[in-house]
C-alpha cells in the first residue's frame, strides 16, 4: 500500500518542534511561544459557560452562527474598512489556521505556484505543499525594513502563480505594511491578475498607527481574500476560532473544505467570540501597550551587546541577529535552552533567510522576559 506523493513532501513546523523540545523541562524561560501571556477575559470565559448551560451545545452551520457573523462584518466594516456587501462572504472557520487553509485549497491547483514571504510563518508553506503547489519565496530582508518589494514581487509572477500571501503586522518579523506600499502591492497583483491572500492575524497589535487592512483598498472583496484570527489578539489560542472576508466566488469553495474537515466551529466558543467582538475593548489597548513596553526593555538590553534586532511595528515578537556567535540558528537555540534554560524559536523556522536569527516572543510577563533575557546575556 502506497501513501499519496504530498504525504511525503509535507515538512513539519519548526516552531512546533522547539516548543516540544523545550515542554516539560524545569526552570525554562518561554519565550518560544507564539501566543499571549494574558489569560482569556472573563467576559468572553462566562459566555462560552453560559452558552453550553443554555444548551448551545448543538452543531452550528458552517458559515458559523448568524449572530457572529454580522457582528464581525459590522467590525471589519468600521475597524478594518473593508466594505463587506454582507455577513454572506463572511466565514467562521477553527482558527485563522483554518481559514487560510481552506483558502489555499480553494485557488490552488496542483502545479500552481504561489509567492510567500522568507522568512515567513511556516504554514504558509505546508498548506501550498498539501495541495500539490509550489511555494515561490519573495525575500524580506533588514535593508528593505523587512517589506514586501513589489518589483521583486512582480519579477516572481508567472503564468504558473495563482496567488500572493502578505502577512502584517508580520509573523515572525513584526514589520508592518504602510498604506502607500499597501496601494502598490495591490497595483502589482492587479495588473498580474493574481490573488492576494492577507493574514491580519495580529490586526489589533499595531505599535506603529500605519497597519492598513489591504482589502479596504477595493470597494468590495474581489481580489483580496482576508484572514483574522481571536487567537493572538483576545487571547484565544485554544479556543480556535478565526475568520475571513471573501469574495462572492470563493465563499462556496471554503465552506465546501470547511464541511468535510471541520464540519462547524465549537458552538460554545463562537458564542465566547461573540462577547469578546462585542464587548469591552478598552483592555486590548492596555495589552498592546504591554507588549510595546516589552519590546522596549528587550532592545534597551541588548543595546551594546553582540545581538542586534529589528524593532517591530506590530505583533509581539522581536527577530534576534545572533551576530557572530558561530553556531547556526537551530544550534543557538539548543545550546541555550540546555545551558541557560531559554527557550527561543530558530530563524530557520521561518525560511533560508532565518539563519543567523531567533524569534523572541514578548507575550509574557515583565520579569520572565527581562530574566530571560539576563540568562541571554549572561
Same mark, same amino acid.
Given at each position: ?156 509572477? +508567472? ?39 492577507? +493574514? ?5 497589535? +499595531? ?74 475593548? +478598552? ?96
Amino acid at each position: 500500500m502506497k501513501l499519496s506523493r504530498t504525504a511525503a513532501n509535507r515538512p513539519k513546523s519548526g516552531v512546533r518542534k522547539m516548543m516540544e523540545l523545550a515542554w516539560g523541562r524545569e526552570d525554562v524561560i518561554h519565550l518560544e511561544i507564539g501566543e499571549p501571556g494574558f489569560p482569556t477575559p472573563a467576559h468572553v470565559r462566562a459566555a462560552a459557560q453560559r452558552a453550553a448551560e443554555e444548551g448551545h451545545t448543538r452543531y452550528a452551520p458552517t458559515p458559523g452562527l448568524p449572530e457572529l457573523k454580522e457582528a464581525l462584518t459590522h467590525k471589519l466594516r468600521t475597524v478594518n474598512r473593508i466594505q463587506v456587501p454582507g455577513s454572506h462572504q463572511v466565514v467562521v472557520s477553527n482558527g485563522g489556521a483554518n481559514a487560510l487553509f481552506a483558502v489555499f485549497g480553494s485557488v490552488l491547483d496542483p502545479g500552481d505556484s504561489i509567492l510567500v514571504p522568507d522568512p515567513g510563518w511556516s504554514n504558509f508553506t505546508m498548506m501550498a505543499n498539501a495541495f500539490g503547489a509550489r511555494p515561490r519565496y519573495y525575500r524580506l530582508t533588514a535593508e528593505g525594513g523587512y517589506l514586501p518589494d513589489p518589483e521583486q514581487i512582480a519579477a516572481l509572477i +508567472d503564468d504558473s502563480t495563482k496567488a500572493v500571501v502578505l502577512n502584517s503586522p508580520s509573523n515572525p518579523l513584526g514589520s508592518v505594511i504602510p498604506r502607500q506600499l499597501a496601494e502598490r502591492l495591490f497595483e502589482v497583483c492587479a495588473e498580474k491578475d493574481v490573488w492576494i491572500i492577507s +493574514d491580519e492575524c495580529y490586526d489589533g497589535i +499595531d505599535f506603529s498607527g500605519e497597519f492598513v487592512s489591504i482589502g479596504s483598498l477595493e470597494s468590495e472583496p474581489w481580489r483580496v481574500i482576508s484572514v483574522f484570527s481571536f487567537s493572538k489578539v483576545y487571547a484565544m489560542t485554544g479556543w480556535r476560532i478565526g475568520y475571513c472576508a471573501l469574495p462572492p466566488q470563493v465563499v462556496d469553495p471554503v465552506l465546501t473544505l470547511l464541511q468535510p474537515s471541520v464540519m462547524c466551529v465549537n458552538t460554545p466558543a463562537q458564542f465566547a467570540a461573540l462577547a469578546a467582538i462585542t464587548g469591552p475593548q +478598552d483592555y486590548l489597548d492596555q495589552w498592546r501597550e504591554q507588549y510595546r513596553e516589552n519590546r522596549d526593555l528587550v532592545l534597551n538590553k541588548i543595546a551594546g551587546s553582540p545581538f542586534t534586532a529589528h524593532a517591530p511595528d506590530g505583533g509581539f515578537y522581536v527577530w534576534l541577529n545572533t551576530g557572530d556567535c558561530g553556531l547556526a540558528s537551530e544550534e543557538f537555540t539548543v545550546k541555550l535552552l540546555t545551558d541557560r534554560r531559554v527557550a527561543l524559536t530558530p530563524g530557520t523556522a521561518f525560511g533560508a533567510l532565518g539563519e543567523g536569527h531567533v524569534r523572541l516572543s514578548l507575550a509574557t510577563s515583565r520579569d520572565q522576559l527581562a530574566e530571560g533575557i539576563d540568562r541571554l546575556l549572561a
